[in-house]
């Protein structure tokens, strides 16, 4: 069965690519730049207070949200992500708050730590359920 996507352009499949390569772009940065400002906090490195480090991100998770909107507008309600989707968005949250919270409410080493670890395994699970679309992600392999 074949997806018709909706769009303006006469290659809808190509715009579709196009922002799942953008999204797909931002997931790795973004996974990037938490990783390596994660280690500079901990590390107490001077490169983690400077502006670009605090800004950059926000602008990748920015352009990472507008391609996930841009895929969910493209491709019809009748697709199967309905499964995946809500556990993929309610992780995401979770992950939100995880970085929230290393960011700004860690009172201590150990939990700004713990936090960050947690984060980091949050968004490769989220990755997971998204590669897989299965709402278990890298569990359902081993099911």
Known sequence: MSVRLRSAHPNPAMNFLFLKYIHILCVAASFALFFIRGIWVMQSYPPAQERWVKVLPHVVDGLLILSAVGMLYMV??????????????????????????????????????AAWLAALLVFLFVTSIAVLHHPMGVVSLFL
């Open 76 to 113: 019809p309600a009748t697709s199967d992500y309905k499964g995946w989707m809500p556990i993929k968005l309610a992780l995401i949250g979770v992950y939100a708050f995880l970085v929230l919270f290393v960011s700004r409410m860690a009172k201590t080493r150990l939990q700004r730590f």
